[in-house]
């Protein structure tokens, strides 16, 4: 079994920052990769950056510049450092946890989500 839990959302102003960390234990193997995903009322989930097995990243356009991921490989966790936030930034933040135990499986995991919110 797996487990995944994060902290540090909370309420800033905007320009603010703000660091969620996401901590994975339990059944962990062949880490394929980490990422953070947000949900704004009444829209869908869209991906905010992934940090692949080789240490590579990706983000989303809307966070390039502002927000950095990163990870540590002997705690299994990956962090979000979000910098100048905008209120448009407010969400519920998901940690995403793609697992491949054999080369052609992979198993998907999600965390509970922490709340974002940027006051203008």
């Known amino acids: 079994q797996v487990q995944l839990v994060e902290s540090g959302g909370g309420l800033v102003q905007a320009g603010g920052s703000l660091r969620l960390s996401c901590a994975a234990s339990?059944?962990?193997?062949?880490?394929?990769?980490m990422g953070w995903y947000r949900q704004a009322p009444g829209k869908q989930r869209d991906l905010v950056a992934v940090?692949?097995?080789?240490?590579?990243?990706d983000y989303a356009d809307f966070v390039k510049g502002r927000f950095t991921i990163s990870r540590d490989n002997v705690k299994n966790t990956v962090y979000l450092q979000m910098n100048d936030l905008k209120p448009e930034d407010t969400a519920v933040y998901y940690c995403?946890?793609?697992?491949?135990?054999?080369?052609?499986?992979?198993?998907?995991?999600w965390g509970q989500g922490t709340q974002v919110t940027v006051s203008s």
């Open positions: 339990g059944n962990i193997s062949r880490i394929n990769r």
């Open positions: 940090i692949i097995s080789g240490g590579s990243t």
């Open positions: 995403n946890l793609v697992l491949s135990p054999l080369p052609s499986t992979r198993r998907n995991y």
